[in-house]
């Protein structure tokens, strides 16, 4: 392992785990007043809520993603995932190792993203030729992502047939019954077909077939289709590390009042990997 030595004029080291708005956002204030580092796979932020849009039209991610060295004009930046935590470090998996006066974990949910912005391009423009040369399209997940990607599809391109399922009895239940039936008369409006209480078996469209089956026994005609059901924290590194200790029943990391990992006076953690509750 290679070690990384750097010392801001104030002596704070700080750094923080995780590329995406939380971290991002934290790197971009903290960058004048330490010795900052960012840990992130990727070499760029992305406007997560422009992420959907970008697929319909993806001359929109020209604008939300965005390399990290272009806001960070006083930090580094390391593309490679962080896999330990100790007391006083963190190692990376390209074997680089830095020191720490204060860390910030930011890691949110696991997703395998691109590298680079490039990639990440490329990425979207591959997924509107796939929904421009589909006649008909399945969305797996009620949720807000697979609401909102329906939606764009919807409105860009009417004349495709659009499904959603969903394994529950409404779309967007994290948010009242009113905001919930209000998105599913939009569908309605919008010629979506909406099937609630159901699963989809995605290997039933196997070998060219573009039948898919449902638990409930319908079937599903699609062209294409899209994966928009929940992603685990990208916690589960901690459990080797010295924060162990500190991960909830479900993978979160606990933290106070002032967001600090409980019992830690320099570890602090922000965004979806903390337990504090989210109000909607």
Not at 204 to 224: I, L, P
Request: charged share 25%; aromatic share 8%; with cysteine.
């Amino acid at each position: 392992m290679e070690r990384t030595e750097s010392e801001s004029a104030n002596g704070r080291r700080v750094v923080v785990i995780g590329g995406g708005v939380a971290g991002s956002l934290t790197s971009k204030l903290l960058q004048f007043d330490s010795d900052l580092t960012l840990i992130d796979p990727k070499e760029y932020f992305e406007i997560t809520w422009a992420s959907l849009r970008s697929m319909v039209e993806p001359s929109f991610a020209e604008r939300s993603v965005i390399n990290h060295k272009k806001y960070l004009q006083n930090g580094r930046v390391v593309t490679s995932p962080a896999v330990n935590i100790t007391e006083t470090d963190v190692v990376t998996a390209d074997g680089l190792v830095f020191g720490y006066d204060y860390l910030v974990i930011a890691t949110g949910h696991n997703d395998v993203l691109p590298k680079t912005r490039q990639e990440k391009l490329s990425q979207y423009q591959a997924e509107y030729e796939k929904i421009k040369s589909s006649e008909s399209i399945l969305i797996v997940g009620g949720g807000p992502s697979g609401v909102e990607l329906a939606a764009e599809i919807a409105v860009d391109f009417p004349e495709k047939k659009v499904t959603i399922v969903h394994n529950g009895p409404r779309l967007l239940e994290f948010v009242g019954q009113k905001a919930a039936d209000k998105a599913f008369d939009w569908m309605k409006s919008k010629r979506v077909e909406v099937i609630l209480n159901q699963r989809v078996d995605l290997s039933s469209a196997s070998d060219g077939n573009k039948t898919y089956r449902t638990s409930g026994g319908e079937t599903v005609h699609a062209d294409c289709h899209f994966l928009c059901t929940g992603k685990p924290l990208s916690s589960q590194w901690l459990k080797e590390t010295v924060l162990k200790e500190n991960l909830d029943g479900k993978g979160r990391l606990i933290v106070d009042e002032y967001l600090r990992v409980k019992g830690r006076k320099n570890v602090f953690a922000i965004g979806d990997i903390t337990d504090v509750p989210v109000s909607v």
